[in-house]
């Protein structure tokens, strides 16, 4: 599968969060502790969510010779819009000059976006809608939580992904299994901004995305092991017959709580978090094929790939290289 990643130039560390609280409890020590991230990406001032997107894509064309010219289906998973209408992916087709008869979607999903996009793409393809689809992932993660609480703030950065899916690789895409539940919107959700609760110059605190930490700790737990077993199930195929899991970088906590939670052995579990932070839709295929870079995913292997997060959602499926 062709995949490609931009990163921001600017880095973050721990030191900066440590001397903005000034307190024991967010030391440089204590926040890698409490979430195994050392620094993490920041989108330049003059960046935005179309730009990160958009560099991803170009670098995607420069590493595999793509002429995004032909690309029929342009499709951007984010939770960042630049504008509350229309949707951002028109800003992004405009900044890589694709053609008018490109069709564009967007997609308003965050952690399990990446997997969804898949579907999405690869349906589009089997019911002979599109041809070559272009799927992005892109979301401005530090500004989005810079107002938040200290225990949110610390795990987020910025970063984008862009994936080709097409008539030679769609096959590749094993069947995808996905839940909803409704009933956990509030457990991480920003307030005020929509129609519900306009913003009306409240305290940047109370615009900021809030995140009830230990109900979607629960939430992981008790639902994406059950999602690896039955994506696994629903293939016919057992843990043996993966390589390598590839899960959500939510926090080093979550992603050891899943692995002991399956049993998995830990060389198996792809752990990519120390020095990218949380990207949100991004952080599966950054994981991916910053893996795949070094070595350590290679062609043929087979990977399940896992997101869950806000809504809640949650969805998996597993990929050839």
Known sequence: MKIAYYLPNERVDNEYFATLANSDEWSC??????????????????????????????????????DLSDIDTLLLCTQSPEYLQPAT??????????????????????????????????????SNSAKKVLLCTADMCFKMFEHSDMAQRILFGDGAS????????????????????????FSMYKHHGGYASPFNGQDPKDIALTMNGPEVFLFTIREVPNLVRQTLKANNLNSDDIDFFVFHQANLLILEAITK???????????????????????????????IENGTIKPSHKVLIAGFGIGLAWSATVIEI
């Open 29 to 66: 020590e204590q926040i890698y502790k409490k979430s195994g991230i050392l620094s993490r990406h920041k989108a330049a001032n003059d960046e935005l969510t179309s730009d990160l997107a958009a560099k991803a894509a170009l670098n995607l064309s420069k590493e595999y010779d793509i």
């Open 162 to 185: 862009a994936t080709i899916i097409d008539e030679s690789n769609a096959h590749k895409i094993a069947r995808v299994i996905s839940g909803t539940d409704g009933s956990g919107f």
């Open 89 to 126: 992916v028109y800003l992004l087709h405009h900044k890589l000059n694709l053609p008018k008869t490109t069709n564009a979607m967007e997609i308003n999903i965050a952690c399990s976006g990446y997997i969804h996009g898949l579907l999405v793409a690869k349906s589009l393809i089997l």
């Open 261 to 291: 939670s399956l049993k998995l052995e830990r060389s198996k579990v792809i752990f990519d978090i120390e020095n990218i932070g949380n990207t949100s839709s991004s952080s599966v295929p950054i994981a991916l094929k910053r893996a």
